[in-house]
């Protein structure tokens, strides 16, 4: 089984739906992040997460919400998904004692139509 | 601003060759910097880590090389195999602050037989 789970693997939705991304871990990770990728550009980071009771904005968090439902889960919201919203979405886990190596899921192919 | 610049042109080389993927960045003082593999449809894996004070990193076929002053790394993959053909990515973790990775939009290597 993957240590970290991403789900749907792919979503189809149409604009002003609301989406929730799911991601859980059996790392054992206190850190979670979720990231898009889009064709020519890096990872960006959307939010991030330290531990259960803390979360903060990355470079990219307008339009999006987070929730960190426990240790192992932390899922993304799009509360009025749009066309420009559509891309790869990647959940990451890492250690505060690894050096900031992260994991990462699979991804979720996310389309707005 | 801020840039991770890594060359966006695919490199092709034949088997049994050394790979040499760049990664350049500006405005930054990393702590650190890493390198992942990426395969379609995959999520990053993370292959090598190098701190600012090293000059090299080494693991099996693969070789890290940070230079500070040039404000470059250099990723080597010695005796390619086709097996090695991926997206390479390259992220940085700046100096001070919170600990983020800010990524590269990543080199794709092709090895052919």
């Known amino acids: 089984d993957a240590d970290v789970t991403q789900t749907p693997r792919n979503r189809i939705t149409k604009t002003g739906k609301r989406i929730m991304l799911e991601c859980s871990q059996t790392?054992?990770?206190?850190?979670m992040y979720w990231y898009r990728q889009d064709p020519g550009l890096g990872l960006r980071l959307i939010y991030y997460?330290?531990?259960?009771?803390?979360?903060n904005k990355g470079e990219i968090s307008d339009g999006y919400s987070v929730s960190r439902q426990a240790q192992a889960k932390f899922s993304l919201s799009l509360e009025s998904a749009i066309p420009n919203q559509t891309a790869l979405y990647f959940c990451?886990?890492?250690?505060?004692?690894?050096?900031?190596?992260?994991?990462f899921g699979s991804g979720t192919q996310l389309s707005v139509l | 601003s801020q840039k991770i610049e890594q060359n966006s042109e695919a490199l092709n080389i034949q088997e049994g060759k050394t790979a040499t993927l760049t990664c350049n960045y500006t405005?930054?003082?990393?702590?650190?910097l890493q390198w992942y593999r990426q395969d379609p449809g995959r999520g990053p894996v993370f292959l090598l880590l190098?701190?600012?004070?090293?000059k090299e990193k080494r693991k099996e076929r693969l070789k890290v090389t940070f230079d500070t002053t040039l404000k470059q790394s250099l990723f080597h993959i010695t005796a390619s195999q086709p097996a090695d053909s991926a997206t390479y990515l390259c992220?940085?973790?700046?100096?001070?602050?919170?600990?983020?990775?800010?990524f590269g939009a990543g080199t794709r290597l092709a090895v052919h037989p």
């Open positions: 990451a886990t890492s250690d505060s004692q690894g050096g900031e190596k992260l994991f």
């Open positions: 790392k054992g990770h206190d850190r």
């Open positions: 997460s330290f531990d259960v009771k803390d979360i």
């Open positions: 405005n930054y003082s990393p702590a650190y």
């Open positions: 190098i701190r600012e004070n090293e």
């Open positions: 992220a940085l973790v700046r100096s001070g602050g919170y600990n983020k990775l800010i």
